[in-house]
């Protein structure tokens, strides 16, 4: 997984908005976001993290056009949409490349992850982050989850600024 700060310039999200100013592993986990490359063929070492962090359960999602059919417009444009969740959102990425932006507190600037097969994501409940496909228009993923998966969007806006999750989020972040 390569992180930069996104460009900011306006156009295709699907190109790689690089501006050229790397992210350390030290700042992603600062703001609470954690990756690993497990190589697709020892794709048995994700039942290692997933009992260490107990994930639960895990379903997999294609994100093509032939995968999401109709809806598939629709859940590209809420994809990208700033939001977050009540839980842990975590991806193993095993076809396919995509982006995931999350935003770095305080200064509030998106910082891009650029995910490929084998890379594995976990970004913390409460932060807020969009994801969009590369050029390649294709990932296929692996979603792990706790118990019920907890996933729905809550876009960015004055009442998701006060939800627990988020003020739980930034409250970790003080103290670290
Ligand atoms: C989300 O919640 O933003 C997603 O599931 C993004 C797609 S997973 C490759
Ligand atoms: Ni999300």
Not at 60 to 78: P, V
Not at 87 to 94: M, Q, V
Not at 133 to 155: C, G, M, Q
Request: with cysteine; net charge negative; glycine share 6%.
């Amino acid at each position: 997984m390569r992180a930069y700060y996104f460009d900011d310039i306006p156009g295709d999200k699907r190109l790689l908005h690089d501006s050229g100013n790397p992210v350390s592993d030290n700042i992603l986990k600062s703001i609470g976001v954690l990756h690993w490359h497990i190589p697709t063929s020892q794709q048995d070492q994700i039942d290692t993290v997933a009992e260490e962090r107990s994930y639960k359960n895990r379903d997999t999602i294609t994100i093509t056009k032939q995968g999401l059919g109709d809806l598939y417009e629709a859940k590209l444009k809420s994809f990208y949409e700033e939001h977050m969740h009540e839980d842990e959102e975590i991806r193993y990425i095993l076809e396919g490349s995509g982006f995931f932006d999350v935003r770095e507190h305080p200064s509030d600037s998106w910082i891009r992850c650029q995910l490929d097969a084998g890379d594995l994501l976990v970004l913390p409940a409460g932060i807020y982050h969009r994801f969009t496909l590369d050029e390649n228009n294709s990932i296929k993923a692996l979603r792990l989850f706790k118990d019920e998966p907890k996933w729905t969007p809550l876009n960015r806006g004055g009442s998701t600024d006060v939800n627990p999750y988020r003020v739980d989020y930034l409250k970790s972040l003080a103290v670290n």
